[in-house]
């Protein structure tokens, strides 16, 4: 049987503590969520590896030093209200539900978001809630949100998502440039996002956030 614990400990005393996050309520979500329940039964040995782990589809779970820089960056209160964009299984959400008051999570597969509910339903997570939809279009009945997440890249974000943010919210992605990747915070004052640059990171684009096609005659 395999010693998920220890491998949970390991990613943290290996990946995320040497990418220079140390925040406690980071480091206690991330020791705390069973990441090998979060993914595809048949890649539970994988669930800790160092790199974006395909989980089909054109998705993948982030690396877990990707995603705690993410969080690292973001600064996340225990008062705030977070929406996460594209979490599969829920893995991101599970993490996120233990540094927030609540999350909403949106997956556009209806059976994916289906599992993923049961699965935060079933480690006992009850501050989450994961609906299926478009992902561009968020979630705007139960906004604005203090955060918004991004489990993917992305090369534009349309207006309608960075409305459901709150003034004074903050939101994260990564940013699809060519064959690299830049994780981008922006800071919304008055209206408007300013964005700055974190930290290097890459993953596939998510459906609803590619570039149309531009067309020559």
Known sequence: MADYTTRR?????????PSDVTKFPIIDAMLSVPREAFVPSSMREAAYIGENLDIGGGRVLLEPRTLAKMLDVLDIKPTEVILDIAPGLGYSTAVLAHM??????????????????????????DNAAIISGALAEGAAKSGPYDVIILQGAVEVLPDSLLAQLKDGGRIVSIFAEGDLGVVRIGYKMDQRINWRMAFNAGAPVLTGFAKKAEFAL
């Not at 400990?9 to 503590?17: C, E, G, I, L």
């Not at 209806?110 to 079933?122: M, P, T, V």
């Open 100 to 125: 927030a008051e609540f999350v909403i999570g949106v997956e556009d597969d209806e059976s994916r978001a289906e599992e993923a509910q049961s699965i935060l339903s079933e480690q006992g997570i």
């Open 9 to 17: 400990t390991m990613m943290v005393d290996t990946q995320v503590r």
